[in-house]
């Protein structure tokens, strides 16, 4: 059976670090770009990192660059976003996606995107 399932999540202080995983099962999860998007309420969905299917191209939105790190391990089926100097604005449901496409249009316009997990909630709040 298919699954992109998320953990990692939870109440965090402004400033905090949380590291949220994605780990998948049911497909070949190396021929895959895998990126960690996020909605708040109110708010569009938006893509927050992507990963090449090898690891050799990441990117960033222009928000959590500097302070959000992406990374995968194909040998435990499993992506990684560490997210360090967390801020308010950083509240959201963070969900992992799959998909056999570039990290740009994956990221910015969510195109290609084969597979979604049903998220995990991060809250950022003193």
């Known amino acids: 059976q298919l699954q992109l399932v998320e953990s990692g999540g939870g109440l965090v202080q402004p400033g905090g670090s949380l590291r949220l995983s994605c780990a998948a099962s049911g497909f070949t999860f190396d021929y895959y770009a895998i990126g960690w998007f996020r909605q708040a309420p109110g708010k569009e969905r938006e893509g927050v990192s992507c990963?090449?299917?090898?690891?050799?191209?990441?990117k960033y939105g222009d928000s959590v660059k500097g302070r959000f790190t992406i990374s995968r391990d194909n040998a435990k089926n499993t992506v990684y976003l560490q997210m360090n100097s967390l801020l308010p604005e950083d509240t959201a449901v963070y969900y992992c996606a799959a998909g056999k496409a570039t990290v740009q249009n994956m990221c910015v316009s969510q195109y290609g995107i084969d597979y979604w997990g049903k998220g995990t909630l991060v809250t950022v709040s003193s």
């Open positions: 990963i090449s299917s090898t690891g050799g191209y990441r």
